[in-house]
Structure formats: structure tokens, C-alpha cells
């Protein structure tokens, strides 16, 4: 059990330093710009947006998440990274007593077939893919473009929700027994293998956020977009516990790391190139 504890918390910590990327000073500077997420004006010029260069941009997404615990090891971003650590292991703890609720609840029957993993996967695609077409008729780049960092976000996202996946092994609620052990739920599924079938995060609430976010910040001059776009991925985020599928931790995870991904995916296309 201590052995399971410290692997836990090694896992939390290097995730925590992959979340908190998104708090880095450089991109606190581009943040001082008016938040008008309407088409840019000329002071707020983004860089060139095409299908070409999502792949190397991509690239540089990656390589800025997964190298971000260098800057923790110099000092930078602890406040974030140890506030978010201590949600997430007050979640991690409480999940085998809040989990069980869900199981055998009718009364999100109706909320669970509309908002079912296939229904809830179909909302996440189909909406940047609806805006990047309606861009094309309309021959406006902002809108395209709009749905392109949609796509690279989600991209961003479902490879670190892939990764920590296969690192962790998390047993879904739904495949304990009733009555069964809620709290040992860690490295004790990886079947099939390397397909990112497990538990933590929830791979639905990320793409979620992480498009939710985009949109946000893209069209956040209208008030209403981040509402509607942040309580659709709540709802899917919810419809992830009510379905058994993700324990609240999962959800919590997946949710910071889309909004974060995001976020910076948003951000960095405002700043020059290197």
C-alpha cells in the first residue's frame, strides 16, 4: 500500500507540472491585450492558422507540456501547481465514498441517453467541424481558424489524456463490483493494451473543455459563448459520473487540462515565432 501511495503521488506531481504550463510568465504578457475574443484588430494580429502546420505545431505543444516540470525544478508556477495537487488529492480521496452514488441511480436515466458516450463524442466533433465549414461559405478566416486550434487543442488533449492512461491503469467505476473495493482502483487495468481504455483522466471531459475553451476565448466578446460553451462541457463532464464512467477526480482532471491546453494553444497564436 505505501508502495501504491508513493507511485500515486509521483504520478500527480509530474501531471501537476504538465497542467500548470499554461501559467507561464511569457504568457502572462500576451494576457495584458483587451479581452475581446471577436475578430482580431490590428493589435491583436495572430499568426498564420492552416492545416499545413498543425502537425509541427503540434509538435511544439507537446514539447512545451511535457517539459514544463523543468521550469517547477527552477522554481516557477508552485502556487498553481500545489493548489491544484491539493484539490486533486482531496478528490483522489474522497472518489470511494461519493463514487457509489451514481451506481443503480435512475434518476439520471434520461440525462445518461443524451448525453451517452457516442452522443457526447458526436457534440465534441461535429461542432468545430459545423463552424470550420460555415467558415468556407462564408469565406471568414477567423471562423476556420477558430475550428483548426479547436482540432489542435483536442489533439494536444487526447494525447496527454492517452499517455496518463496508460501510466496509471485506472479501473473505470463501472468495472468494480457492487460492494465492491472503490480505493484500490490504481495500475490494475491495461487491457487491451496501449489503447487508453483506462479510467484517468476522463478522456471526454478534456476534449470537451478543450474545445469549450477555444470557443470561449475566441468569441468571448459575446457574453453568452463561455456560458454556453463551459456548461456543455459541464454537462458532458457530469454525464461522465451519472454514467459510471470516470470517478470526480477523472472529471476534475480532464477539465483543468483542456481548459489549460486550450488556453495556451489560444494564447501562443498571439505571441511571434521564435
Keep these: 500500500m505505501i508502495r501504491l501511495g508513493n507511485t500515486i503521488l509521483v504520478s500527480v506531481c509530474f501531471m501537476m507540472g504538465a497542467c500548470a ?39 511544439r505543444d507537446q514539447r512545451t507540456i511535457w517539459t514544463f516540470p523543468t521550469k517547477l525544478a527552477h522554481g516557477h508556477d508552485w502556487k498553481p501547481t500545489l493548489g491544484f495537487t491539493a484539490a486533486l488529492g482531496a478528490l483522489i480521496a474522497l ?25 457526447a463524442t458526436l457534440g465534441i466533433v461535429l461542432v468545430p467541424a459545423s463552424f470550420y465549414v460555415l467558415g468556407l461559405v462564408r469565406k471568414d478566416s477567423y471562423t476556420t481558424n477558430t475550428a483548426i486550434l479547436a482540432a489542435e487543442s483536442l489533439a494536444d488533449s487526447e494525447i496527454l489524456s492517452w499517455a496518463f492512461k496508460n501510466a496509471t491503469g485506472r479501473l473505470r467505476p463501472n468495472a468494480i463490483p457492487v460492494g465492491g473495493n472503490y480505493s484500490d482502483t490504481w495500475f490494475e487495468n491495461y487491457q487491451p493494451p496501449l489503447l487508453g481504455e483506462e479510467s484517468f483522466p476522463s478522456g471526454h471531459t478534456i476534449a470537451a473543455f478543450s474545445v469549450a475553451t ?14 454556453v460553451a463551459y456548461g456543455a462541457a459541464t454537462a458532458v463532464g457530469f454525464s461522465r459520473l ?7 477526480s477523472d472529471v476534475f482532471v480532464g477539465a483543468t487540462f483542456g481548459y489549460l491546453i486550450s488556453r495556451y494553444v489560444v494564447i501562443r497564436r498571439h505571441q511571434p515565432e521564435p
Design 214 to 227: 477555444v470557443f470561449a476565448r475566441r468569441y468571448g466578446s459575446h457574453r453568452w459563448v463561455p456560458w
Design 95 to 119: 472518489d470511494p465514498h461519493d463514487t457509489p452514488y451514481f451506481r443503480n441511480n435512475q434518476a439520471f436515466a434520461g440525462f445518461n441517453r443524451n448525453l451517452s458516450a457516442t452522443n
Design 242 to 248: 451519472t454514467l459510471q464512467a470516470h470517478f470526480p
Design 21 to 59: 504550463f499554461a501559467a507561464s510568465p511569457q504568457d502572462q504578457q500576451v494576457e495584458s491585450i483587451p479581452n475581446d475574443h471577436s475578430p482580431p484588430a490590428s493589435i491583436f494580429q495572430e499568426r498564420p492558422i492552416n492545416w499545413r502546420s498543425i502537425v509541427p505545431d503540434i509538435y
